[in-house]
T-cell receptor, first 110, second 116 residues
């Protein structure tokens, strides 16, 4: 089992502040994905990172894949209430299984 | 645009009862998955099917069985429900390999199961 540790588990910030959450593992992943999940719904894919050191931007969200492909971070600039949600990272193994971390619960206070 | 459809959305079972969660996708995807999500535990893989006719155990398969009936449908069965199986269940599908970039995994809306 490839364990994915996400930190912090819970984060509450004021609107307009920046935040960074992390996804770490002792295993190497061929790719890593970030999802956002809102209450009562399934996770929705935000981004997939594949190359070590890769940085992808999605509007105010910046995703980085570690050089060794064992960890990733998600940075949100000028957070808005609409960014509130559970952020999940997931890694794929060689057997086509997708394993998830426990998530980062982000709350942005207006 | 149905995507991934799960039924039922809500179900209450008594301990020992059996039931089947149905999942269907209309995107011609090869791989399908069943996850359960519990507070503070994230999503844990129960079973997956890489292609029609094949199924494999995930992280928490005990107490469950699956059937990949055809390319579209992947069902999850609880033969004798236990309170520990109270959870939210998500079905998901992906076109090719989960490890490949550019392949999006799509989730159903979830099935809330309570075992009393």
């Amino acid at each position: 089992t490839q364990l994915l540790e996400q930190s912090p588990q819970f984060l509450s910030i004021q609107e307009g502040e920046n935040l960074t959450v992390y996804c770490n593992s002792s295993s190497v992943f061929s790719s890593l994905q970030w999802y956002r999940q809102e209450p009562g719904e399934g996770p929705v894919l935000l981004v997939t990172v594949v190359t070590g050191g890769e940085v992808k931007k999605l509007k105010r969200l910046t995703f980085q894949f570690g050089d060794a492909r064992k960890d990733s971070s998600l940075h949100i600039t000028a957070a808005q209430p609409g960014d509130t949600g559970l952020y999940l990272c997931a890694g794929a193994d060689g057997n086509n299984r997708l394993a998830f971390g426990k998530g980062n619960q982000v709350v942005v206070i207006p | 645009n149905a995507g991934v459809t799960q039924t039922p959305k809500f179900q209450v079972l008594k301990t020992g009862q059996s039931m089947t969660l149905q999942c269907a996708q209309d995107m011609n995807h090869n791989s399908m998955y069943w996850y359960r999500q519990d507070p503070g535990m994230g999503l844990r893989l129960i079973y997956y099917s890489a292609s029609e006719g094949t199924t494999d155990k995930g992280e928490v398969p005990n107490g469950y069985n699956v059937s990949r009936l055809n390319k579209r449908e992947f069902s999850l069965r609880l033969e004798s429900a236990a309170p520990s199986q109270t959870s939210v269940y998500f079905c998901a599908s992906i076109f090719g390999q989960a490890a490949l970039s550019g392949n999006t995994i799509y989730f159903g809306e979830g099935s809330w199961l309570t075992v009393v």
